[in-house]
């Protein structure tokens, strides 16, 4: 990856502008980790609330370098044989069946155990050479030839075991398989770990990642957000449902509505025809910015406040 | 501008964002990436190889900001030195409005005085006063600059330090000539002494201000260290009620770090995943024949944890911080039972559960405060809990031994080391006061895998640490 030439990811501002041509608008925080990461060759550990994006921003990459995103998503108990390779070990089976006849002709003649020994050496580890590797996210981001983007998501869900599993990865893009040895990445892949924080990442890993945090986005940059991705909705009504947004963050939720969410509800008021904020169509779609029953009941009694807080944030309408 | 790079890097590891040589590199590569023409475009780059979590970017910010903004001072005196020197010109303008008082500048004043006096005469060639009388402000802070760089302002470590170091740079800039005209000038009676005096001040005031920022540049995060030092080597009866919560933060990071090298290993069979490998290495001796199947497994390992704390009087305040930090790394000992005595004793997990942990240390203490008594309560900790106890139980038991002459049930404490995998006594007192009048620890001794003293955080952490590592 790091080894081809790729105009796009030249400089900071093309990177944006670049982003921005594929409706991911972005902060110049976040174009500055890729530009980073590319010229370091050093994954990106992107942490940040659910629904900022993190997972979008590899994408994004994905098909503006137009190259195959491979994502591994992270479980509690994922472990090598999900991650980096398996053996077909079926395939080894059927083969050592079928071939069984064959190993029988093959050490005819031979006089006494060493020497039949012997021979097997000469055919080496057949079973165990790459016909017989299953290649998993990991090892298969290593082997492609014009690179890849390996998005490791939600790493924080994994085991501490798997995270040491990484390190090896992460910092010579190589992998090690005892059978047959290193198996070292041809052009090395750009990665990407997203993290929920669910729980503190080991040091050793964040040692080997250039570390971004993507926060809630700014009124200004979310709003440039819906107009890229919900173009339809009027500049009035992005401003009230963008300040509405907001202010909900502020109250005590037990989930704040995320971009993805806002988009959502731009779209859905665009699909109920509003032109404007009103009490009735915020109640009515309020399900689909806040995912819990308590923070829509919590909202519920706040929402003439805050919609009547917004109106005089805004003098003109 | 790499050394640069490099004292700023000290200065964020002073400031506790632990940042490794490998970081120390990146860091430099990401410069030489981004260049330091862009300021923002710079510190973002830092911040994603310097600062790992959001709390350490707000410090690295900061830091930045201070950092940073310190050096472009030095570097562009000319023009930065007025911003800088904002409080000298307020300082000055008081000076010179006040000086309508007298009949002419403050110059002439001060040359009609230094006709009578050969002292001032003399101070008003010196270049300090030159300087402050004509309002230099680019070389008076040159030459406190250079001042500071003589008495090597950089290696201020402590806040106490700061009036020595404001008064040794005062001396290394001359200031003693202004001290001994203003004496001179007392003693004469003159009407200019005022003038004089606030030119005193407001140099001093300049000093003081640069060395506060140099203070805080250098040394802050060193003295927060020293305190943490301090502290984690202090007995834990002595340390005081508004210490209190800063040794919980200790506490919490080293049981953070503990918990960290010490992550849980598991062994869990997984239901319905065959181990290949296995299941076919094991099939040989049959001729190949896959007779046995066997699963695939993780590794879990749970170890048990018990720990009896004595909450009387004289020891519960080492119990609190025992609890603290047991209850702080739940992550690595997933089964801590905790109970707690002085006369009888009582199963206090429930608390644990039920309110953060320093509320119901709290309440442990108030419940089971009173007189101590080893033997009865070795019996309801038997009743309680000695049916639980295995081969992966650590019973911890903190106390003094100190068994008011009564019957110290021995034979309870010994059925239970035969059981668990340790036994690990704590004792706040010191060794050698082991055994001396009503201590029972030597008899009790005899029946733990360890014991050792235990009054401070140090104590505390090293033994926490082999517990996990028993336990591993």
Known sequence: MHN???????????????????????????????????????????????????????????????????????????????????????????????????????????????????????????????????????????????????????????????????????????VSIPEIGTVKATTSPMVFLTSNNTRDISDALKR????????????????????????????????????????????????????????????????????????????????????????????????????????TSQPGH | MHSNLVSFIQMLRSHEVRVSPAETLDAVEVAAALGYADRELLRDGLAMTLAKTAEEELIFLQCFERFFKQNLADFTAPEQADSEQADATLSDENTETSDDNFDGSPENALEQAAEDSPALRSLMQGPLMQNLLNNERNELTLAMNQAAQQVDLQQIQMFTQKGQFTRRILDAMGEEQIRRAIIELEQAGNPILPLLQRYRDMLREQVRDYVEREYLLHAEGKTQQFMDEILSKTRLNNIEHVYVGKVQNLIRKMAKKLASQYSRKRKQVKRGQLDMPKTLRKGIPNDGVMFNTYWRQVKKDKPQVLAVCDVSGSVAAYAKFLLLFLYS?????????SFAFSSHLG??????????????????????????????????????????????????????????????????????????????????????????????????????????????????????????????
Request: glycine fraction near 4%.
């Open chain 2, 347 to 472: 199963e206090v997990s429930q608390y644990f559960d039920d309110y953060p942990v320093e509320k119901a240390v709290e309440l442990v203490n108030w419940k089971y405060g009173g007189a101590t008594d080893y033997g009865n309560s070795l019996l309801d900790f038997a009743n309680l809990a000695l049916a639980d106890i295995s081969s992966n139980t650590t019973v911890i038991i903190l106390g003094d031994a100190r068994n008011n002459h009564g019957d110290p049930r021995l034979d309870i404490l010994q059925s239970i080391y035969q059981r668990s995998q340790r036994v690990i006594w704590l004792n706040p007192e010191s060794r050698r006061s082991w055994g001396t009048g009503d201590s029972e620890m030597l008899r009790y001794q005899s029946a733990c895998h360890f014991s050792a003293e235990c009054n401070n955080l140090v104590h505390l952490e090293r033994i926490v640490e082999q517990l996990l590592k028993s336990t591993r």
């Open chain 1, 208 to 311: 080997r990642c250039l570390h971004l945090y993507i926060p809630f986005p700014s009124v200004e940059l979310e709003e440039r957000i819906i107009q890229t991705r919900v173009p339809n909705v009027q500049e009035q009504l992005r401003h009230q449902l963008v300040a509405f947004v907001h202010s909900l963050r502020q109250l005590d939720l037990k989930k704040a509505p995320a971009i993805s969410e806002t988009i959502d509800w731009a779209r859905s008021l665009l699909l109920l025809h509003a032109d404007e904020l009103d009490e009735e169509i915020v109640r009515s779609t309020l399900n689909v910015l806040l995912k819990y029953e308590d923070d829509i009941e919590a909202t519920d009694s706040a929402l003439r406040s805050l919609l009547v807080g917004e109106d």
């Open chain 2, 329 to 337: 790394l739940q992550d690595v000992l997933p089964r801590v039972r």
């Open chain 1, 4 to 174: 081809q030439d790729f105009p796009q990811l030249e400089s900071v501002e093309r990177i944006e502008q670049g982003f921005e041509a594929h409706g991911y608008v972005c902060s110049r925080k976040i174009a500055t980790a890729v530009f980073l990461a590319f010229q370091l060759r050093k994954p990106v550990l992107v942490e940040g609330p659910p629904g900022v994006g993190k997972t979008e921003l590899a994408k994004t990459i994905a098909v503006l370098l137009d190259t195959p995103l491979i994502r591994l998503q992270c479980y509690e108990g994922l472990d090598e044989a999900k991650a980096l390779y398996e053996w077909k070990y079926g395939k080894q089976l059927l083969y050592t069946q079928v071939l069984k006849e064959k190993l029988g002709d093959l050490l005819k003649g031979a006089d006494g155990l060493a020497e039949s020994v012997e021979r097997l050496h000469l055919f080496g580890d057949i079973f165990y050479s790459e016909e017989f590797l299953e290649p998993r996210p990991l090892l298969k981001a290593m082997q492609q030839e014009k690179g890849a983007i390996l998005l490791i998501d939600e790493v924080d869900k994994s085991d501490y075991e798997f995270e040491s599993l990484l390190l090896e990865i992460l910092s010579e893009y190589q």
